[in-house]
């Protein structure tokens, strides 16, 4: 009787037989003094034995006293005391094996538990690695995500001191064009009353009149004037939007014109929206619903509308660089003007959505699903990082709404961000 640990606890006849040696000097004595395996080699035999709760096929080399080694095989059974913590007892009985067949295969059997033990332990190293880079890409991504974080703020930062810089002398222009204008008025009813009073002028003045074109100036000032005021107009609506737009930096959750952020962006990225050398204009065909205050993020939301609208400028240019290589080594190919559709709309009474489309060459349907990954990106080297959609995605996710892309090859890609209207109730 054996002790997991080894330690020989009560001898039969046969075994001092075996051993020779009497019952007193075996006790409590550990089994591996009187074999000729490693001590090692033991303890991991009686160890696998104890923990499978049943004998395992083995050989064990008795040292028989005169510097020989006798194989014997292993039999007996394992009996699992009621404390946990007691070493199991094992029943062993050793009986001499003449065959080398058994030792070798027994041999065999230590080489496969070993293997077996190795790759377990390999699986575990590699379970403990992947869980370290799941880690280390966690850090990675909300590292990356503070930086496109500090990025928008800073943009946004720069568009509100731009916005206020203009803001002042467009102001001052515009309020004084009423007065400009009122002036103006005065100045050409006075020379018509020159004109009735003294119907035949000098020579002089009738030089200077023929040299300005009076008839023509009297006409043409008036559109000139409605012309400065369009345009101060724009700059102030421009203004406007800029600072719609310099909201970015706004964490807090408040009531929102979705239209506003939407317009904002447009504003920002009208340059890569008009025509440029090589580069064709960008179409944008608005199709606003009348939607109620959302309560949101507007920075985070703005910052969303501009992630998904700079991606679908990008996928024009892509397709559009490709229909002029196709042109330049095939035949002509026809092709549709560049087009982006925002729609929005309040399909209940506690939701609105949004949608952003465009036509190029959509996305494959065997990648649709990984768009939203971390650092997923079909965008050469060095043109994304791949974390705009995944970054959009979790601002969407926060806000208790949905962010879904829906493309087919050939077809629109077509975005969808759907969002609660007013605050969510905690459950």
Request: contains cysteine; aromatic residues 4%.
């Amino acid at each position: 009787m054996v002790a997991s640990d080894g330690n020989i606890m009560a001898v039969n006849r046969p075994a001092m037989k075996l051993l020779g040696k009497p019952s007193a000097e075996l006790t409590d004595r550990s089994l591996s003094e009187f074999v000729k395996d490693s001590p090692q080699k033991v303890a991991n035999y009686l160890q696998t034995c104890a923990q499978s709760r049943q004998m395992i096929l083995g050989a064990i080399s008795i040292d028989a006293g005169s510097g020989q080694a006798l194989s014997c095989r292993s039999k007996g059974a394992v009996m699992q005391p009621r404390s946990q913590s007691s070493p199991a007892i094992i029943m062993l009985r050793l009986e001499k094996q003449e065959s080398s067949r058994f030792v070798v295969l027994n041999q065999k059997i230590n080489e496969l538990s070993r293997e077996n033990q190795r790759r377990q332990r390999a699986q575990a190293e590699l379970a403990e690695s992947n869980e370290a880079l799941r880690d280390t890409l966690l850090q990675l991504q909300n590292a990356l995500n503070a930086v496109q974080t500090e990025k928008m703020t800073g943009l946004s930062k720069m568009v509100a001191g731009i916005a206020h810089e203009i803001n002042n002398p467009v102001s001052f222009i515009y309020g004084n064009l009423r007065h400009a204008e009122e002036y103006c008025h005065d100045l050409l009813d006075i020379i018509g009353c020159y004109q009735k009073a003294y119907p035949q002028p000098t020579p002089n003045v009738q030089a200077k009149i023929d040299e300005v074109d009076l008839d023509f100036l009297e006409k043409d000032l008036q559109k000139v004037l409605n012309s400065m005021r369009t345009g101060s107009e724009r700059v102030s609506e421009i203004v406007k939007l800029l600072r719609n737009f310099s909201r970015l930096d706004e964490s807090g959750f408040k009531m929102v014109d979705i239209h506003e952020g939407l317009e904002a962006t447009l504003m920002i990225l009208q340059s890569r929206l008009n025509p440029h050398g090589d580069r064709t204009e960008v179409e944008v065909i608005k199709q606003y619903d009348k939607l109620p205050l959302v309560y949101c993020s507007p920075g985070l939301i703005n910052q969303v509308f501009i992630n998904l609208l700079t991606n679908a400028i990008d996928a024009l240019e892509d397709e559009k660089a490709k229909n002029n290589l196709q042109n330049n080594l095939l035949k002509p190919v026809v092709t549709e003007p560049n087009r982006i559709w925002i729609s929005t709309e309040q399909p209940t009474d506690s939701q609105i959505t949004i949608c952003i489309k465009d036509n190029g060459s959509g996305i494959p349907s065997h990648i649709l699903h990984k768009i939203f990954d971390p650092f997923f990106t079909t965008k050469a080297v060095g043109k994304g990082t791949g974390l705009g959609l995944s970054m959009s995605y979790q601002v969407i996710k926060s806000h208790g709404g949905q962010l879904e892309a829906t493309a087919e090859p050939g077809l629109e890609t077509k975005f969808t961000i759907t969002l609660p209207i007013s605050k969510p109730i905690p459950e």
